[in-house]
């Protein structure tokens, strides 16, 4: 089992995000060539968890193509520093869009 999220990318449309529930979790945000622009969590202070938080990303971006995968876990806060740390360790830096967490504050992984 691989601690990377490794499920398929999904359109970031309404139709894909309406057919979530209001879960707690991890998501992962991509362009057209599926490059990782951003890593969030939805946390107990997010309505309507995983869906809320991605049918909000869906009305700010409109006009984007961007695609979405996720993970549900009640352990979000863990799990999104984990996916942090493992993009570092896959990339060398963080998304573009996580840039303003301090870099200093996450742990390192060494992958093999």
């Keep these: 089992m691989s601690i990377r999220l490794e499920k ?14 209001g879960q707690l979790g991890v998501y992962q945000i991509a362009n057209e060539q599926k490059e990782i622009l951003s890593i969030n969590y939805s946390g107990g202070r997010s309505l309507f968890g995983l869906r809320g938080d991605l049918l909000d990303l869906l009305e700010e971006k409109k006009g984007e193509k961007l695609y979405f995968r996720y993970e549900v876990n009640m352990q979000y806060m863990t799990r999104h520093e984990e996916l ?4 570092m360790a896959d990339f060398g830096e963080l998304p573009e ?3 303003k967490i301090r870099k200093h504050k996450l742990g390192r992984l060494s992958l093999a």
Excluded: D, G
């Excluded at 942090?84 to 993009?87: A, R």
């Design 8 to 21: 398929p990318w999904q359109a970031l449309n309404s139709e894909n995000v309406n057919q979530l529930e």
């Design 97 to 99: 869009h996580n840039q």
């Design 84 to 87: 942090l740390m493992i993009h």
